[in-house]
């Protein structure tokens, strides 16, 4: 495991919530002369009442012993929310998750029938890397047919950025997109550093402008159960409650559901359902 694309991640991710904050936001006096946006270095030290060579380790990424205690206090002084709280401390621990390999990718058939059971909702399965590992009929009659698409491009980052046909079907792309993103990169904390991780990114960064943009914003966020909505080609306007499930049997792996909210989207989904099963 590279740690050094970690220590990377945490020197940007600190770098950036420091210049966000203002010295009038923690009560210091304003100075119109500042090399830098936010506050310095050493006021950050002050404020979180750590030593100021300690903390420029910190933000350098250097390999130094950092206690809950004293990150609290980095934390607080930012002014994280709670989701960036939880970003901050993936970031720095020294125990990494094990890396998800080949075995624990693979959908069980107990889990695949869950999936065709979902007859009124389109779901997958969604891996730690948020691979597409499986779904069922209604996923590919509603979201996109998964079974057309090469494996390398059943993720969805993939989906969102690069793949017209998915694109065109939501409302507003650029707001889902930065959306999407964030919650990924929330919920991937502890696999930065991963070689397939870092292949990912690499690989959207090359192909994308737009997911090279957004992923140098840093941000992150933690939505479990989120509103969606999707311009189907020949239904129109579906509605749904997006519903992420942990599937407790392999860390990383969860269920998605798209629950209809609206009695509209229900008919629909029954006529796109029959028509499917006819064809």
Not at 128 to 157: G, K, M, Q, S, Y
Request: hydrophobic share 40%; with cysteine.
């Amino acid at each position: 495991m590279d740690t050094q694309e970690r220590r990377q991640e945490l020197s940007s991710f600190l770098k950036q919530r420091r210049d966000r904050i203002t010295p009038e936001a923690v009560g210091l006096p304003s100075r119109t002369r500042r090399r830098t946006p936010g506050l310095r270095r050493e006021e950050v030290a002050q404020l979180a009442g750590v030593g100021a060579t300690w903390y420029t380790w910190l933000e350098q990424g250097r390999d130094i012993r950092v206690s809950a205690q004293v990150l609290d206090s980095v934390a607080r002084v930012l002014q994280l929310n709670e989701v960036e709280r939880t970003y901050l401390f993936e970031l720095v621990r020294d125990e990494l998750p094990p890396i998800q390999g080949e075995d624990a990718a693979q959908v069980s058939p107990t889990l695949q029938l869950v999936l065709d059971n979902q007859q009124c909702c389109p779901a997958y399965v969604m891996g730690w890397r948020w691979d597409v590992l499986a779904w069922n009929h209604l996923a590919c009659l509603t979201l996109i047919d998964f079974e057309t698409l090469p494996e390398h491009e059943r993720n969805i980052l993939w989906l969102m950025y690069l793949n017209d046909e998915f694109r065109s079907r939501q409302p507003n792309w650029q707001r889902a997109c930065q959306e999407t993103l964030a919650h990924f990169r929330a919920s991937c904390a502890p696999y930065i550093g991963n070689p397939e991780f870092t292949n990912l990114i690499e690989r959207l960064k090359d192909k994308s402008p737009q997911f090279k943009e957004h992923w140098q914003q840093l941000d992150v966020s933690q939505k479990r159960d989120s509103f969606k909505e999707f311009n189907h080609p020949s239904l129109g306007q579906l509605k749904f409650e997006m519903v992420m499930l942990q599937v407790n049997a392999f860390p990383g792996i969860q269920l998605v559901l798209f629950v209809p909210v609206a009695d509209a989207t229900r008919q629909k989904l029954k006529q796109l359902e029959a028509k499917g099963r006819s064809a």
